[in-house]
């Protein structure tokens, strides 16, 4: 097909990534654990790794797990917020042969019992303070071998005896649990795990590029949570797309290592391969952020840092850049940051511009694509509200419902071709069915926009379009607009029945201005909608229900009547 977006790329990237160039994300991380040895991999909680810290403690691990028995491929679920085991985790899976299932570790017991059963996942390493969910469930799943880790395990000795006492006992975040320990369970604490491992060697494993790395569950948006199969040849090469478009920019560093704001939780695709995969590729130090909640605790974080690279979601933008501490801090050395996960609203980012002096580079991908597919240039000076051109190794069609190209210009389902892309849905052949096309584009589900140039802006999600009267509203495009109104800190629009024209559009809003009433929202949107495109409904609330990675649930706001 015709790629007009290679005209448009910034000098020094390439049409194609070297996506081949690691046999598998084991010999990838291991290739950076050799290069960067001596160089900080992280810091939580002002204690830090090396990268040969985590290369002796992976082995550890993916020696314990070997001594088990368990067969090449066995699914491994790893259960824990952004604390240094994760990283310790995923590798030590991977080098053992096995296969990673990131879990939400905020999941009900009803969301994980269904995601360990599907998986078939027969090992989890969790942190202590969710075990009790495990705890319900664990009799219906195939789990046998479970792995149970404390907040201060890998922060030294001494501060994380602080830390384990402080959190059991002081402020009481590990609900008491008990493990059923018959049919032939196992459970062992993580210290115990990598002293056994430590006296045992890891076994080589010939692990193939056609290999599954990870099973990375969708949000369960439209349905029943699914597992995105991705294959170790998927997500090696997604690394190696980003590495092409990222490296021109962050050259600018120059020989200072990169440092990583990890504030975005690594059991999600994005924090997954931008921050942790790609940022062991770089040798960067990722600033792990375990409760990226604590917006205080956020900030006094990033005050002892000089970061680099910010990849962050529109409402941790919108939050950090309406905090008056984080207005002080110094952005001398920020060069990029990402917005992705969800659609960056202009106001967010031009808020963020004048605070930091970085604009957003807004980029889009999915858990089914590795996920990056498309990204605005690292060089932009000011927000595009585009999701920007295809990376490279990258095509994207924007077809209609048959399944047909269409013009440049004309609104259409987004579908996504490149080495990226899942293998397929876990054990739901009728379901890969439902989004492959038979030339091997992966269809989104997003509406958007193909430009002359090959930049995409996305309209929005098929199932979140409003139909009033016979005409298309796009939530995307009156959340992008009211946002802007002074006094407005976040909204959201959704589509709830309405007698005359079908649907009408109800919004809700976070204000900042006590004073603002619904009358004076009314009348901004009067002066920027046509008549059909007008909310019917206005509803101020304290918050909007947000996903853990910050994503505004439209769903949860429909079940709201006028």
Request: aromatic residues 8%.
């Amino acid at each position: 097909m015709r790629a007009p977006w290679l005209e448009h790329y910034p000098p020094g990237v390439p049409a194609e990534a070297q996506v081949s160039a690691y046999r598998s994300v084991a010999a990838l991380l291991e290739d950076a654990f050799h290069r960067f040895a001596q160089r900080d991999a992280c810091v939580c909680m002002d204690s830090r790794l090396r990268f040969r810290d985590v290369d002796d403690l992976s082995q550890a691990l993916g020696a314990w797990l070997q001594s088990l028995g368990l067969a090449k491929g066995s699914r491994v679920a790893v259960m824990m917020p952004n604390v240094p085991q994760y990283l310790v985790a995923m590798a030590g899976i991977l080098r053992a042969g096995y296969v990673v299932v990131n879990v939400n570790p905020l999941y009900t017991a009803r969301e994980l019992q269904h995601q360990l059963k599907d998986s078939g996942s027969v090992a989890a390493i969790v942190l202590e303070n969710f075990a009790t969910v495990l705890e319900e469930v664990i009799d219906q799943t195939e789990v046998k071998h479970v792995v149970l880790t404390a907040l201060g395990d890998l922060l030294g000795f001494w501060r994380g005896r602080v830390v384990n006492f402080a959190v059991r006992h002081v402020r009481r975040m590990v609900p008491e649990f008990s493990l059923p320990l018959d049919a032939g369970r196992t459970v062992t604490p993580w210290p115990a795990v990598l002293a056994s491992g430590s006296s045992l060697s890891l076994r080589r494993v010939d692990v193939e590029p056609d290999d599954v790395a990870f099973l990375q569950y969708t949000g369960g948006t439209t349905g029943v949570s699914k597992g995105a199969v991705l294959l170790h040849r998927n997500v090696v090469a997604n690394i190696m797309q980003c590495e092409a478009w990222f490296k021109p920019m962050l050259s600018k560093v120059g020989n200072e290592q990169l440092t990583i704001v990890c504030a975005l939780p690594l059991y999600h695709i994005f924090a997954l391969t931008i921050c942790a995969l790609m940022g062991a590729h770089f040798g960067a130090m990722n600033l792990l952020i375990p409760n990226p909640r604590d917006i205080p605790g956020l900030v006094r974080t990033l005050s002892k840092h000089r970061v680099n690279m910010f990849p962050a979601v529109n409402t941790l933008f919108n939050a950090l850049a309406n905090d008056a501490d984080f207005a002080r801090l110094d952005f001398s050395g920020l060069v990029v940051s990402n917005g992705g996960g969800m659609a960056v609203q202009q106001s967010t980012a031009e808020r963020w511009r004048r605070v930091t002096g970085c604009p957003v580079v807004e980029g889009y991908g999915l858990s089914e694509t590795s996920p990056v597919a498309t990204s605005n240039r690292l060089d932009i000076a000011d927000f595009t509200g585009t999701i920007g051109l295809p990376i490279p190794s990258t095509e994207i069609s924007i077809r209609d419902d048959e399944g047909l190209a269409l013009p440049i210009g004309t609104a259409g389902e987004i579908c996504i071709r490149g080495p990226q892309v899942m293998a397929g849905y876990w054990n739901r052949a009728d379901e890969t069915a439902k989004v492959m096309t038979a030339d091997g584009y992966f269809k989104t589900g997003d509406i958007g926009v193909m430009d002359v140039r090959g930049y995409v802006k996305i309209v929005d999600r098929k199932k979140d379009m409003i139909l009033v009267s016979g005409f298309n509203v796009y939530p995307n495009e009156i959340e992008q607009v009211v946002s802007q109104l002074p006094g407005v800190l976040e909204c959201a629009a959704v589509g709830v029945p309405d007698e005359k024209s079908g649907e009408a559009v109800k919004l809700f809003v976070v204000k900042t201005d006590l004073t603002l009433a619904e009358d004076d929202v009314a009348r901004y949107c009067r002066d920027n909608f046509t008549a059909y495109k007008r909310p019917k409904y206005i509803e101020f609330r304290d918050e909007l229900p947000k996903s853990n990675v910050g994503k505004i649930l439209r769903r949860e706001l429909r079940s709201a009547r006028a």
